[in-house]
């Protein structure tokens, strides 16, 4: 179980960034890249995300703009491939194309392999599934973090200004016991709106 917790480098920050980036060179998807940089750094893919678009792609805007460039001109070079040379899929069950059709192994996907792919098309919508569920959990996590730091901040605000109450009361107090005659002229203590003591003489 993956659970590390410290601080990103800036060594794992490229690694992640260059990662991503070749993923989508490659026509791959970027939550490939994130389970790649998990695996090698012992993070969870979703911490990978999370620090790539939080931290790092406003780094790399232009970088990713270019790369997913090269990924269109790429399938675009594939399909014009694909069109003079021709796909074809056999079955490996049946003889009459396995012994009959001669096409050069590039160019001939067999039903394991598109299998294969379908399963991991399925794996990749659990784990976006997954991640969202995450992010969701984080989101509430956040609010719920900057709610309690909004009623710790009026707290601190109410007690400071308790405490500055409390010394402007001891400060007339102190200024009363200092001119000695406050005994004699018995100053009256009234309580104003805002509980703050007036003397009135």
């Not at 003079?84 to 394991?112: W, Y």
């Not at 919508?125 to 710790?152: F, N, P």
């Amino acid at each position: 179980m993956k659970v590390r917790q410290d601080a990103w480098s800036e060594e794992n920050d490229l690694l992640l960034a260059e990662t991503v980036l070749r993923h989508v060179r490659e026509g791959s998807t970027q939550l490939k890249a994130f389970e790649e940089v998990g695996d090698t750094l012992n993070r969870t893919a979703a911490a990978c995300g999370f620090r790539w678009n939080a931290v790092i792609r406003q780094q790399y805007e232009k970088a990713l703009g270019l790369a997913r460039k090269q990924r269109k001109q790429h399938l675009r070079n594939g399909q014009k491939k694909e069109r003079s040379s021709g796909l074809h899929v056999i079955s490996e069950n049946n003889p009459v194309d396995r012994d009959t059709i001669e096409i050069p192994s590039s160019n001939t996907l067999t039903m394991r392999e598109i299998i294969a792919f379908l399963q991991n098309i399925n794996t990749s919508e659990a784990d976006y599934e997954s991640l969202r569920r995450e992010l969701e959990t984080v989101k509430q996590e956040k609010t719920a973090i900057e709610t309690k730091y909004e009623e710790l901040e009026k707290r601190a605000l109410t007690m400071q200004q308790d405490y500055e109450d409390l010394v402007r009361i001891m400060d007339r107090a102190r200024k009363m016991v200092v001119l000695g005659d406050g005994a004699a002229q018995k100053p009256s203590m009234q309580l104003e709106s805002n509980k703050d003591l007036e003397i009135a003489e």
